[in-house]
């Protein structure tokens, strides 16, 4: 099946109808995995696969603080598969993409054995880096009721991170080591240079709070 604007636009109209959204799972979010995934794939992969797995990965969206969040991702691939059946996927596609949709998760744990499947870990990795990365996770932890930081100890100096309490910690717990677990050379590059952006923003926001940024938080 060839990759067609109308594909395209089925798939987005099928997830605006059916996701529950969150303020950084959204439609939004998918349009740019999917221009993430474009960057990162390279000839060899199956795009059809990926623009499904782009647009599908979050069907079943829970809140980040849910006990079951870590079932999402499986349970996205099952509801997207009698979708792509419906749009005239074969099985093996729709294995195919299914894989890709379970493995994506951070928390689900699932190891990606396809390219598709790396390319899409990457893809939607890429969008909690950069700019869009520090919009989404204050955004999220705004939603959730978290502080910014806590004021008394901003970087972790002498406590453990805790990012059900603060936004800040997040980083420290995740989103700063997420380009050393990329599985892809491209995606790999971008993470690094979204990184770079991201500690520039640190050092503004050490700066603003007069705390000292930690050489650690430049080197996780």
């Not at 054995?113 to 999220?140: H, Q």
């Amino acid at each position: 099946m060839a990759i067609s604007a109308d594909l395209h636009q089925a798939l987005r109209g099928i997830v605006a109808q059916r996701m529950a959204t969150d303020p950084a799972h959204d439609l939004a979010h998918l349009d740019r995995v999917w221009v993430n995934v474009q960057a990162i794939a390279g000839p060899e992969a199956d795009m059809t696969v990926l623009l499904a797995a782009s647009y599908l990965h979050d069907l079943v969206n829970l809140p980040k603080n849910a006990p079951d969040r870590h079932t999402a991702s499986r349970r996205s691939a099952e509801e997207a598969a009698p979708i792509l059946r419906d749009l005239g996927f074969d099985e093996a596609q729709i294995a195919a993409t299914g894989h890709a949709i379970a493995a994506h998760s951070f928390s689900a744990g699932i190891p990606p054995e396809t390219d598709e499947a790396r390319i899409l870990r990457d893809g939607d990795r890429l969008d909690a880096l950069g700019a869009i990365g520090i919009a989404r996770n204050f955004s999220v932890s705004g939603s959730l009721g978290r502080a910014l930081y806590d004021p008394a100890d901003p970087f972790c100096e002498h406590r453990a991170p805790d990012d059900a309490l603060y936004s800040l910690d997040h980083w420290r717990v995740k989103l700063l080591s997420l380009p050393q677990g990329m599985l892809t050379i491209k995606g790999r590059a971008l993470a690094q240079a979204r990184i770079a952006l991201m500690l520039r923003f640190l050092d503004d926001f050490a700066a603003e709070i007069g705390t000292p940024l930690p050489a650690e938080w430049t080197t996780a």
